[in-house]
């Protein structure tokens, strides 16, 4: 039996590993540990890379949301729209600002921000729009920034997974206001430890993303306002640095193996493949399908050696975290719908081609009837092991 992984950080390691140490010591050779030549570079090859003009590294995608948050003067007595389709960390981003988050619903097609919901959310209170291009794929942005406009709100896109995504050619990070991205491990670019970036067009944003990230200050001992500590450290972005410059072709390859998880899976009945918007460059950092026996599919796919996820199984506004928002089942019916049914599959540029076909025969053999084994799955998961 196959034991295929979610992600598969060795198999990227692997021909990267003698350059990766090589920068590794000479990091350690000079010991210039924050704030130094390699993040300097990181953050200009990656401002490149968005076509953005300015980016700051920060200590994770959290940090490049709050701090996203606060250079935009978000602050207590606002409000930020967003979506509970997403990552606790989004919202959370939002809280620490001292803010309200507000939902919107998703779309049934794309799990993305539903952009015809926006304008019955916004109040006088809405200071910032915070769409979150979720799994790889942008929002459609052109409603968002004319909303913004004719509202005078700042944006904030939510791009940690969204590296090098596009949206009418134009790639996230120069969509909004400013842009948070995360480095985390098991992102399409990650780091071997924690960490983040701001990107934006705007100098003073820039200038102030500067300043919060370390402690307020560009004098030492000299605060100008209340900061944090989140300084990208010089070891995560020299693995940054070369992880950068295959950025670009990760990309694609997990863009042609989406395509041939599409044909593969395409006509299978119970199986909704993932629908890449007609504006949109998706860049899957997950493929994401729905099937409505999603907990039974998931036992069945662990069983023969297929470890897959859920990318997100609660809505965020059913959080016990955001009780004190009053939200119950049912205020936003179709993310609470896909958050039933949604399922992860494997994907990484190392994923080879057997590899894929054996997933998909698998999930081809759970919905077939004549199987056997299928009922004792499922019998499985309602004995509580796929939950």
């Known amino acids: 039996m196959k034991n295929i992984p979610l992600v598969d950080l060795r198999g990227q390691y692997a021909p990267l ?3 990766v140490k090589e920068a590794i010591s000479a990091v350690l050779d000079g010991m ?24 700051v590294g920060v200590g994770s995608g959290t ?85 913004a406009k004719e509202h005078g709100l700042a944006v904030l896109e939510d791009a940690c997974q969204a590296h090098g995504a596009e949206y009418r050619g134009a790639r996230t990070g120069t969509l909004g206001d400013v842009a948070a991205y995360s ?49 990208l450290d010089e070891i995560q972005a020299a693995v940054l640095r070369i992880k950068l410059r295959h950025l670009e072709r990760w990309n694609e390859t997990r863009r042609a193996l989406a395509a041939e998880y599409n ?11 993932p629908v890449e918007a007609p504006d949109a460059k998706h860049v899957y950092h997950l493929y994401v399908i729905r099937v409505q026996e999603r907990d039974e599919l998931l036992e069945w796919l662990k069983r023969h050696g297929v470890h897959a996820g859920i990318h997100y199984p609660v809505p965020i506004h059913l959080q016990e975290a955001c009780r004190d928002l009053e939200h119950r089942e049912g205020d936003f019916p179709v993310a609470e719908r896909v958050a039933k049914e949604i399922i992860s599959l494997p994907i990484y540029p190392e994923l080879t081609i057997e590899d894929l076909d054996y997933i998909c025969q698998t999930i081809g053999d759970f919905f077939d009837d004549e199987r056997t084994e299928r009922p004792r799955a499922a019998a499985a998961s309602e004995g509580g092991t796929g939950k």
């Open 17 to 19: 590993q003698e350059e």
């Open 32 to 55: 210039n540990l924050f704030l130094g030549e390699n993040v300097f570079q990181l953050e200009s090859d990656f401002a490149a890379f968005c076509n953005a003009k300015h980016a």
């Open 63 to 147: 940090d490049a949301l709050y701090l996203g948050l606060r250079a935009l003067g978000v602050g207590p007595g606002d409000e930020v729209i967003t979506v509970p389709n997403t990552f606790i960390a989004t919202v959370s981003a939002i809280s620490m600002a001292g803010a309200k988050p507000v939902f919107v619903d998703i779309d049934a097609g794309t799990y993305l921000m539903d952009t015809s919901k926006i304008q019955a959310a916004i109040t006088e209170r809405t200071k910032a729009l915070l769409p979150v291009h979720l799994y790889g794929q942008p929002v459609a942005m052109d409603k968002v920034r004319m909303l």
């Open 183 to 231: 480095f985390y491990y098991s992102k399409n670019i990650g780091a071997y430890g924690e960490g983040g970036v701001a990107v934006t067009d705007s100098r003073d944003i820039a200038t102030q993303l500067q300043l919060l990230r370390n402690h307020g200050s560009s004098t030492r001992y000299q605060s100008v306002l209340y900061g944090m500590n989140s300084r």
């Open 263 to 273: 044909r593969r899976l395409a006509g299978l009945p119970g199986v909704t493949t």
